[in-house]
Nanobody, 124 residues
Framework: QVQLTESGGGLVQAGGSLTLSCAAS????????MGWFRQAPGKARELAAA????????YYPDFVKGRFTISRDNAKNTMYLQMNNLNPEDTAVYYC?????????????????WGQGTQVTVSS
């Protein structure tokens, strides 16, 4: 049974930083592309970052480029999201997801396993 467990969320002031972690079990982690998605209240879930199984390829939507960095440690079955220069618009529940990879760019349908999410709140 695949289990993805997020941690590291919390309350931070605008301009601050947080690092999220996603611990994976029940799968051969190094075979899976991974992603971070987020969902703000009243909004659709959206991709925040994705990383290929090897870590060589990453993808960021424009609204996080230069602020977020995704990484993974296949030896530890763990993925990370370093978030810098946070703003109130980054407030959301952040979800970890695992999938087989993506085509042109990653979309939600590319990921079949999901964590329960961790809340990130950025105060102004």
């Amino acid at each position: 049974q695949v289990q993805l467990t997020e941690s590291g969320g919390g309350l931070v002031q605008a301009g601050g930083s947080l690092t999220l972690s996603c611990a994976a079990s029940g799968l051969t982690f190094s075979n899976y592309a991974m992603g971070w998605f987020r969902q703000a209240p009243g909004k659709a879930r959206e991709l925040a970052a994705a990383i290929s199984w090897s870590g060589i390829s990453t993808y960021y939507p424009d609204f996080v480029k230069g602020r977020f960095t995704i990484s993974r440690d296949n030896a530890k079955n763990t993925m990370y999201l370093q978030m810098n220069n946070l703003n109130p618009e980054d407030t959301a529940v952040y979800y970890c997801a695992a999938g087989g990879g993506w085509g042109g760019y990653p979309v939600e349908a590319d990921f079949e396993s999901w964590g329960q999410g961790t809340q990130v709140t950025v105060s102004s």
